[in-house]
């Protein structure tokens, strides 16, 4: 695979569109996540073979696991642990030293302990890995984390304030900032909406943002790889 100069260290994807995929193809909308999984698997992949070390993916948002039909999010959360708990996936971490974890208030909405288990087992054998970070958004909130944050900074009552200090207080306090964000399917060329907060300050500072009109389960490898390269050409100036 050729080499890309100006990788972006770390992508955050917001996956939207595949229940309207479904939709347009006479399908049930569980089996447009179905086909969204296989687009999860692929792009990670090909983000960690361009050499890009942070892939962060929004596999479910606070509203999704509780404003949508409860038999989509069992097939949600059924899916999310066929993936943590299939053996090929555990074998692919370990070989490619992938770090695992998952971020978000899914444990506090649902109340899955086996799946807590799943997820901790693997964060656990992966923990010492840092070549590869892998961070899965589930029930995550951006405005829920800052909300956190803040009660835990009341709570501490520190004598001197300062961003440092918040940030620590963050769920998302280990990763490191964004560079391109890529939120698929978007309604209007040009046109795009934010999520639960996903663009706090601390975590999307300075970001790219690309929003194709492309719905998640269209959006190929190869769509990914030429997003990379666009984004490699573009001079960021951070303010200046």
């Not at 479910?60 to 404003?67: F, I, M, R, W």
């Not at 899965?136 to 300062?162: M, T």
């Not at 978007?186 to 909406?193: I, L, P, Q, S």
């Amino acid at each position: 695979m050729q080499l890309i100069q100006n990788l972006p260290p770390h992508v955050l994807v917001i996956p939207d569109g595949n229940g309207r995929w479904a939709e347009k193809r006479g399908l049930s909308r569980s089996e447009g996540h179905h086909e969204g999984v296989k687009r999860f698997r692929e792009i990670s992949k090909t983000a960690f073979d361009l050499g890009i070390p942070h892939f962060t993916f929004w596999a479910a948002s606070v509203d999704n696991l509780v404003k949508r039909n409860p038999m989509e999010i069992k097939v949600l959360v059924s899916l999310f642990r066929h993936e943590i708990e299939d053996r090929n996936t555990r074998d692919s971490f370990i070989k490619n030293q992938v770090r695992f974890r998952v971020i978000g208030k899914w444990h506090e909405i649902l109340g899955d302990n086996k799946l807590l288990d799943s997820i901790q087992l693997l964060q656990d054998r992966t923990r010492e890995f840092n070549k590869h970070f892998l961070t899965i958004f589930f029930g995550y909130c951006g405005e829920s984390e800052v909300d956190e944050a803040e009660r835990i900074i009341y709570r501490q009552q520190p004598k001197h304030l300062n961003p440092g200090f918040f940030r620590e207080a963050l769920w998302t306090r280990d990763l490191i900032p964004v560079d391109l964000v890529i939120r698929t399917a978007a309604e209007k060329t040009n046109w795009t909406h934010n999520s639960a907060g996903i663009l706090n300050p601390w975590l999307t500072p300075d970001s790219q943002i690309f929003s194709p009109r492309i719905l998640w389960p269209d959006f190929l490898p190869d769509i990914f790889r030429q997003t990379v390269i666009d984004y490699s050409k573009i001079t960021r100036r951070f303010g200046a």
